[in-house]
């Protein structure tokens, strides 16, 4: 057998997931959308972010699975046919862990009003410019900080995820018994990615979704779940003005300063770096960003939504796994509007039923690929920056006060000139 056969899906030695960005998928930039086998893994691959904090907010708050995933499904088409390029749609961080951390306060109406105020501050700070000039205040060593950390959080909520004790998330129990089986079939997956990362005809997140989807409905995933097909409840909510004030002062406050600093101004300079040459990269600005977010998220906010935006992390795990284009965002929003739709809790289910260890791979790799951005620092100011960033908001829950500190410690050195 010829030594090089196997290998001819793989890209050439020495290629880097740049290399398979704009120079290695011919035609892509031109028309800002493609739809092939490798762009629809690529659409996959922020489902280890997503579908944790989706899952658990519809189970634990209550949350309509047909109003969530039609909402995460329509802003996918609108950023995907915008911008062309692989812009990924996830929960809002902040939000998801207090809604999940404290239910009984934290309830539908209340996410409902988080996703109003939400919406509308974004509108606000982007109609005003308001967010380009805050967006100032974050330099590179700033920004690179932020990935680096959010690089940090994924990988050790992938490997949380790969070995926790409980296969599903949705707490439905094993046909088979003992605390390894979660584990082992994140290492298998890992191993399974790991062989195809690289590989055009066997997309790597594509064959760990199917596999953790046969492995899960094999080992009892969908024992005792609803199997019905079409919309679950979809309806108006109306918020009063103490839900207004508890998602005000519990959700947005801590939420703020990550959009800004993630979802705006970071995922704009990510695109930068992933697409240095792609023509429309020049729509990725902070202001645009913060536009599309309050413009998908003030009306779906009456529907009770899971709050959303745009991401570093979602970026770094559609690109990581082989997304360059807005092909990959309207795909997974036609999946997500299919599952919304005509799946309704059977698609919820079904998802839910994807062993956490799988989810918990797909966030490794996404952590991976946001890491080694650090390395276009060139100081050794910047990367104290950086590094103090991520020490801080590792140590300290709200990673609002890491980015906040790191910003004024950065200006503080520039303005005094203080060499490390």
Known sequence: MNSNQGNEDRPAQGSSAESLGESGRAGSSA?????????????????????????????????????????????????????????????????????????????????????????????????????????????????????????????????????????????????????????????????????????????????????????????????????????????????????????????????????????CVGVADACVSLFPDNPQRKKVKAGRFAFSMGMMNLPFGFFGAVPMCHGTGGLAAHYRFGARTGGAPIMIGVFFILVALVLGDLGFTLLAAIPQSVLGVLLVFAGLELCPLLRSLKTNEEYFIALLIAGIALAVPNMGWAFGVGIVVDIFIRRMKIKI
Not at 154 to 159: C, H, N, R, T, W
Not at 183 to 188: E, R, S, Y
Not at 222 to 232: D, E, F, H, Q, S
């Open 31 to 263: 028309t800002g959308h493609r739809f092939d086998r490798v762009e629809l893994s690529g659409a996959f691959g922020d489902l280890g972010t997503l579908l944790p904090i989706v899952v658990a907010m519809i189970l634990i708050n209550g949350l309509s699975p047909s109003t969530v995933f039609l909402a995460f499904g329509l802003f996918y088409l609108v950023a995907g046919c915008y911008y062309r390029l692989p812009i990924p749609v996830q929960p809002l961080k902040a939000v998801g862990a207090i809604s999940i951390a404290y239910p009984a306060v934290v309830t539908e109406s209340v996410i409902g009003a988080s996703g109003i105020l939400f919406g509308a501050i974004l509108l606000l700070l982007s109609l005003t410019g308001m967010v380009d000039q805050i967006a100032k205040l974050f330099s590179q060593a700033v920004v690179r900080g932020i990935q680096f950390t959010l690089g940090l959080v994924f990988l050790k909520k992938g490997i949380d995820l790969i070995l926790a004790d409980n296969l599903f998330m949705s707490g439905a129990q094993s046909t088979i018994t003992g605390n390894q089986v979660n584990l082992i079939i994140g290492v298998l997956i890992f191993g399974l990615v790991l062989l195809l990362l690289d590989n055009r005809r066997f997309p790597a997140a594509l064959a760990a979704l199917a596999a953790g989807i046969v492995a899960g409905v094999a080992l009892g995933g969908l024992t005792g779940k609803a199997v019905a097909l079409g919309p679950t409840d979809i309806h108006l909510i109306k918020p009063t003005a103490d839900d207004f004030w508890t998602a005000f002062i519990m959700l947005i406050l801590p939420q703020i300063p990550l959009t800004i600093g993630n979802a």
